[in-house]
């Protein structure tokens, strides 16, 4: 079946520290993928995506390359700050038919230190 | 901008009690999908409904049941409620199901006691 699989947490890191969240999924045929964030107490808010092979998705200083061949999405940012504390969800999607619904990975706490 | 708005945002409800979750999409989003998150798990999804059918089913319980209406707000209705049932649930809309992404609500707090 369809699934993801992303590093596990909390990450703690520093302020101005480079971040990387490893994310990798298993689906057949070839899905659009998502990095959702969601803050504390709020509602998940889109990040970031790519629908196809090589896409790059970029969004306030995160991005992540969509790569087919080792069917990875990895989330980058180059100088995380306090502000991006926070859980990030990696996620797949199928559109078309009856499909359309996302499949997130177990999330990945962020924790940056000033 | 308008976005997906829950109501109610918190609810308490007693075991084996009913509860109703609504959901308004942002204008001209004909598909709503609903998600449940249990404490420091991942969203799963339940169910979605395309203009006023439903288009997928999830992980729904047969205890609840969901319909979108012609104004294209969806309701979800939970009966018998169980402690486990406690979790955020999320509303999300999208204007087709085709390559878009969906937009999420809040969520309402559910709390089973």
């Known amino acids: 079946g369809n699934s993801v699989t992303q590093m596990e947490g909390p990450v703690t890191l520093s302020e101005e520290a480079f971040l990387t969240i490893n994310c990798t999924y298993t689906a057949t045929g070839y899905p659009s993928l998502f990095w959702y964030v969601q ?16 896409d790059k998705g970029s969004n306030k200083g995160f991005e992540a390359t969509y790569r087919k061949e080792t069917t990875s999405f990895h989330l980058e940012k180059g100088s ?3 502000s ?15 499909q359309g619904n996302l499949i997130f990975g177990k999330g990945t706490k962020l924790s940056v230190k000033p | 901008a308008a976005g997906v708005i829950q109501s109610p945002r918190h609810l308490i409800k ?6 109703t979750l609504k959901c308004y999409p942002i204008p001209r989003h004909d598909t709503v999908y609903w998600y449940q998150q249990g404490p420091g798990q991942d969203p799963q999804f339940l169910i979605s409904f395309y203009e006023k059918m439903q288009s997928d089913k999830g992980s729904i319980p047969d205890r609840f049941s969901a319909q979108q209406f012609s104004d294209y707000h969806s309701e979800l209705n ?7 049932d406690s979790a955020l649930y999320f509303c999300a809309s999208s204007p087709a199901v085709v390559y878009n992404e969906q937009f999420f609500g809040p969520g309402t707090r559910l709390t089973v006691l």
């Open chain 1, 39 to 54: 803050y504390p107490g709020e509602g998940l808010q889109l990040l970031l995506k790519a629908t196809k092979a090589d």
């Open chain 2, 14 to 19: 007693e075991k084996r009690e009913t509860a």
């Open chain 1, 80 to 82: 995380v700050q306090v």
């Open chain 2, 78 to 84: 939970m009966s018998s409620l169980e402690l486990g």
């Open chain 1, 84 to 98: 991006d504390s926070a859980v990030y969800f990696c996620a797949l999607c199928y559109y078309g038919g009856s």
